[in-house]
């Protein structure tokens, strides 16, 4: 039987591929507030903003390629069963042809029918693939409600948080990639690798984490996946 990795990603592993991070120095926090466009407040505030900064990042999405970070991640499907949990909202690790990944936070290239902030009735089946297509204001759901990112704004739940804990609580090996841990519930989730899985995390900045499973390579995502691997294979 392969062994178990799971594969936890940020935005670092996008930078690189030319995809604007958000907290990174230059990065797209110091471009527009973040309340005003990735929050539910935001949203309700001024949904022509949200969808026009949407329709912006989706347009550098198309434009964008997998680096050598993604398709090293994709390559250990060869010799490893391989679950990704991404923070990010890009499709590069499906381009990359990593086969199993859970998005936490929404995907760029997917919309579905606005609802409230408490409201339970959002349904996986309303989500509808878009490509890299434009949403404008009058753009309606089949349900008749208007459409908007399928992004997990600040302020809403993250509905996949308990599919990611039950990925990591299996894992054989916990890989953590291009993420600085300062953003929960995400960052939490190595708490949940089991007892005896080793822990590696890949970022050149310190990791505001101390648990003696981990091993930190301090090194930008496709740097680090070629140690990573070269660890796996000695």
Do not use: C
């Amino acid at each position: 039987m392969k062994k178990r990795i799971v594969v936890l990603t940020g935005a670092g592993v996008s930078a690189e591929s030319g995809f604007a991070t958000f907290r990174d120095t230059g990065g797209l926090w110091e471009q527009y507030d973040v309340q005003e466009v990735a929050s539910h407040d935001g949203w309700l505030r001024n949904p022509g903003l949200v969808l026009d900064f949407y329709n912006a990042r989706r347009a550098q999405l198309k434009d964008a390629k997998p680096n050598a970070a993604h398709l090293a991640i994709a390559g250990l499907e060869k010799d490893y069963d391989v679950d990704v949990i991404t923070q990010n909202v890009d499709n590069l690790h499906e381009r990359a042809g990593s086969t199993r990944v859970l998005h936490l936070h929404g995907e760029l290239t997917k919309v579905r029918p606005e609802w409230g902030l408490y409201d339970k009735t959002f349904q996986e089946d309303e989500v509808i693939d878009i490509g890299y297509s434009e949403v404008k204001l009058g753009d309606l759901a089949p349900n008749g409600k208007q459409l908007r990112p399928h992004i997990v704004f600040f302020g809403e739940s993250v509905p996949a948080i308990e599919k990611a804990i039950d990925m990591v609580s299996r894992a054989d090996i916990l890989l953590i990639v291009g993420t600085s841990l300062q953003v929960y519930p995400a960052a939490g989730l190595y708490r949940y690798a089991p007892p005896g899985a080793p822990i590696y995390i890949i970022d050149p900045a310190d990791v505001p984490v101390y648990d003696k499973r981990i091993t930190h390579i301090r090194a930008v995502a496709t740097k680090g996946m070629e140690e990573f691997i070269a660890t796996l294979q000695a």
